[in-house]
């Protein structure tokens, strides 16, 4: 892929990309189908047969199962090879996740070891840091945890009460307090911990051994889903940690909380993808075997109606997962070549798309929610069985929208990150903004440039990001430094950018593969992509029309909603047949197939 036309995060908004700029999940190497199956042997021998064993929280099951995938090398996929691991980049690490997200509480452990316990080290230890935990961690010998939450300080998570006080012979910090909700708390040898030294604005990280003297631990959280992943309380009491097992800088901790988060919103829409995709497929085979009045339930409508949307909500997510991580992978890749670091360039690389990777977490775990609700539905009764798998999926996909930054905190910060980049004049959006507010005060132009199979949806993208233009430029005009706190016009901006981002992406992908592979050939995919836009533009008419009637008024409101009109126009088109049409290839193949 071309650096010269390197996209920056947040610049969707502005910029148009051409498909032959975008990765797409076509394209996976030979090489990296093959960790794709090394993942998805392992979920089958060592976690699939046991998923009642690993909930019930059997004594010593999860270290165990985490050290066998560690023997296999899947705990150092993202490791540099000089510190034991395989070093495979970004979006290979995606993958990986993608498909071990199919493993339900394991996945969660494998999340958090890999993810929030192995990367502050990683992108943050010293030398010396690195070299003493980063192997033990990537062959699973030590397992690690991430202690940010305390029982006051959630998604405030710069509030937290924890100190850390250095001694009087200045060779450790001492540390006292409480964390909260900590994912393999259990059985983590490693914590990184984020305290306040003295009464410092900003947190500080430290890397604190779990046999160190004064820890202790509550008893296993019991909680709605993801019964097998160990959740605990974990006090300080005058923990002494060595002086060297500072990470990074004094006051550097709510940065690393934060960057490491970005990554954890990433990885977490794969995962999740993975579940979706094995949800789909359960709901597909219990369609296809269960028979009422006669047929088969997969040949009833209303079913083939939510099967075709479990399908298409997720083929958006993927599309879009995939496409940031390789604009993720560019990034890290032109930072290195500017001289960088691996680790720093790859912080950099990832925090350029924070923006997308919060878009992400709340598309994929929505999505996820939407999937594996319909999978219950599609069940019926067998649904609400503890006996089916799918009554797990729904008790476990509900984390995905609380952990990582809640969801409403993400919509946030998506809204928040982009404009901050426009402040900072990283991002050209004021002459962008300012010519839409000026297409509105003029004679609408109705010429039709698009052409192909695509010529509505690209009109129509253009639209979209004309909304956000509108209704986001408009707000900061109108409410200024109040705008913050206009949550609900916040998340309406974010919904059109989340809509507009997935609808990008899965445009972008499928015109790509008929490039590819010709049109006839991707007439499934292409009804995925028509459907999805024919049903966005509704919603963003909804979302632009309730943000701008909240502070909007008069002439001004009434030429801002003839202009949302034009932007969210939709042509005639028959979503139930295409609907129809995805239904049933998944339907005949059996499974998702795409
Ligand atoms: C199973 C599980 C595992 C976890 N694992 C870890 C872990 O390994 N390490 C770790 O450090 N933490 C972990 N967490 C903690 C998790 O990250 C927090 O629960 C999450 O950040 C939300 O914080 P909270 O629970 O205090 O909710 P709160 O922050 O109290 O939020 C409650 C509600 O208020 C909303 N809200 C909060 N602030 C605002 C605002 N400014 N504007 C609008 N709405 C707002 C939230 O969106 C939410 O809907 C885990 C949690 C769970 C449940």
């Given at each position: 892929m071309s650096k010269v036309k390197a996209i920056k995060g947040g610049e969707f908004v502005i910029r148009d990309t051409a498909p032959s700029d975008v990765f797409i999940p076509e394209e996976w190497t030979e090489e990296q189908n093959m960790i794709a199956s090394m993942c998805q042997d392992f979920l089958n021998q060592e976690i699939t047969p046991n998923l009642d064993r690993i909930d019930s929280m059997e004594e010593g099951l999860m270290p165990a199962i985490l050290e066998k995938a560690g023997e296999l090398g899947l705990l150092g996929l993202s490791v540099p090879e000089d510190l034991g691991g395989m070093g495979v980049d970004f979006k290979t690490s995606l993958?990986?996740?993608?498909?071990?997200?199919?493993?339900?509480?394991?996945?969660?452990?494998?999340?958090?070891?890999?993810?929030?316990?192995?990367?502050?080290?990683?992108?943050?230890?010293?030398?010396?840091?690195?070299?003493?935990?980063?192997?033990?961690?990537?062959?699973?010998?030590?397992?690690?945890?991430?202690c940010l939450t305390e029982p006051s300080s959630g998604s405030d998570a710069n509030s937290g009460k924890t100190k850390a006080e250095l001694s009087e012979d200045g060779k450790h910090y001492i540390i006292n307090g409480q964390k909260m909700w900590i994912t393999n708390g259990g059985f983590a040898n490693l914590f990184t911990v984020f305290?306040?030294?003295?009464?410092?604005?900003?947190?500080?990280?430290?890397?604190?051994?779990?046999?160190?003297?004064?820890?202790?631990?509550?008893?296993?959280?019991?909680?709605?889903?993801?019964?097998?992943?160990?959740?605990?309380?974990?006090?300080?009491?005058?923990?002494?940690?060595?002086?060297?097992?500072?990470?990074?800088?004094?006051?550097?901790?709510?940065?690393?909380?934060?960057?490491?988060?970005n990554i954890g919103r990433i990885k977490l829409a794969a995962g999740v993808l993975g579940g979706a995709k094995s949800a789909i497929t359960e709901s597909i085979n219990y369609a296809n075997e269960r028979e009422q009045f006669?047929?088969?339930?997969?040949?009833?409508?209303?079913?083939?109606?939510?099967?075709?949307?479990?399908?298409?909500?997720?083929?958006?997510?993927?599309?879009?997962?995939?496409?940031?991580?390789?604009?993720?992978?560019?990034?890290?890749?032109?930072?290195v070549e500017s001289g960088m670091s691996k680790s720093e360039a790859t912080l950099k690389g990832i925090e350029q798309f924070a923006p997308e990777c919060a878009?992400?977490?709340?598309?994929?775990?929505?999505?996820?929610?939407?999937?594996?609700?319909?999978?219950?539905?599609?069940?019926?009764?067998m649904g609400y069985s503890a006996e089916s798998s799918v009554e797990r999926a729904y008790r476990d996909a509900r984390i995905n929208r609380i952990f990582e930054g809640t969801n409403e905190i993400n919509r946030m910060l998506t809204v928040d990150m982009i404009l901050r980049r426009a402040m900072k004049g990283e991002l050209d959006l004021m002459g962008p903004a300012q010519a839409v507010a000026g297409e509105l005060m003029s004679i609408p132009d109705f010429g039709d440039t698009e052409e192909g199979v695509f010529a509505n949806e690209y009109k129509a993208l253009k639209g979209f990001k004309k909304v956000i233009l509108m209704v986001a430029g408009s707000a900061v005009q109108k409410l200024m430094q109040t705008l913050s706190k206009e949550q609900e016009v916040l998340m309406n901006i974010a919904d059109v950018a989340i809509w507009t981002y997935l609808a990008e992406s899965t445009l972008l992908r499928v015109d790509k593969l008929i490039g590819m592979r010709g049109e006839e050939a991707c007439k499934h995919e292409i009804a995925?992509?028509?459907?999805?836009?024919?049903?966005?533009?509704?919603?963003?008419?909804?979302?632009?029309?309730?943000?701008?009637?909240?502070?909007?008024?008069?002439?001004?409101?009434?030429?801002?909603?003839?202009?949302?009109?034009?932007?969210?126009?939709?042509?005639?088109?028959?979503?139930?047949?295409a609907r129809q049409?995805?239904?049933?290839?998944?339907?005949?193949?059996?499974r998702y197939d795409f």
């Open positions: 993958l990986a996740t993608e498909v071990l997200g199919t493993g339900y509480s394991f996945s969660v452990a494998y999340g958090a070891h890999t993810g929030i316990g192995t990367l502050p080290v990683l992108y943050y230890g010293s030398e010396e840091q690195k070299k003493k935990y980063v192997p033990k961690l990537a062959n699973g010998e030590w397992k690690a945890a991430y305290a306040k030294i003295d009464d410092d604005k900003n947190l500080t990280a430290f890397l604190v051994e779990a046999d160190s003297e004064g820890i202790s631990l509550n008893a296993e959280e019991k909680k709605m889903g993801i019964k097998g992943s160990s959740t605990r309380q974990v006090f300080f009491n005058n923990v002494k940690v060595p002086v060297e097992n500072m990470l990074s800088e004094r006051e550097n901790g709510f940065k690393i909380a934060l960057n490491i988060l006669g047929r088969p339930i997969s040949k009833y409508g209303a079913i083939r109606h939510k099967i075709a949307e479990q399908v298409i909500k997720s083929f958006v997510v993927e599309s879009a997962t995939y496409r940031a991580g390789q604009n993720i992978d560019d990034a890290i890749e032109a930072f878009i992400l977490k709340v598309a994929g775990s929505e999505c996820l929610d939407f999937v594996v609700d319909e999978a219950v539905q599609i069940h019926g009764g995925i992509v028509k459907t999805y836009f024919y049903d966005v533009a509704d919603k963003i008419n909804k979302a632009g029309k309730d943000a701008i009637n909240s502070f909007a008024e008069g002439d001004e409101a009434k030429m801002m909603m003839m202009g949302l009109k034009r932007f969210t126009k939709t042509e005639a088109f028959n979503a139930k047949e049409m995805i239904a049933t290839r998944v339907i005949e193949s059996n």
